[in-house]
Nanobody, 125 residues
């Protein structure tokens, strides 16, 4: 079973950028679909982005145009590049691998896929 491990979170000012990484432990990411979700303070957990095993991406409307998800197969890693960050992007970001359906709720996704422990992102205004 592929176990995702997230990294790259941190604190940045509004308007800044971050690149989150999701590395596969115990498997190969090239063989599975990968999704990103986030849980903000006092908000519902939500879908962020998805990349099919073939590399095709899908984004949540709230982040489209500010986000890119892509794979580096040599490093067995999936990246989430986020630009023009806003305070409302503050959240714990989770990577999930396996049976991913874009726009699944977090609860639905947790039943179907393997989730990482998350990485904290804090955006200051």
């Amino acid at each position: 079973e592929v176990q995702p491990v997230e990294s790259g979170g941190g604190s940045v000012d509004a308007g800044g950028s971050l690149r989150l990484s999701c590395t596969a432990s115990g498997g190969i990411f090239a063989d599975v679909d990968v999704g990103w979700f986030r849980q903000g303070p006092g908000t519902e957990c939500e879908f962020v982005a998805y990349v099919h095993r073939d590399g095709y991406p899908i984004y949540a409307a709230s982040l489209k145009g500010r986000t890119a998800v892509f794979r580096n197969k040599d490093r067995n890693t999936v990246y989430l590049q986020m630009d023009d960050l806003r305070p409302q992007d503050t959240a714990v970001y989770f990577c999930a691998a396996g049976q991913i359906y874009p726009f699944d709720t977090c609860s639905e996704s947790r039943r179907k896929a393997t989730w990482g422990q998350g990485t904290q992102v804090i955006i200051s205004s």
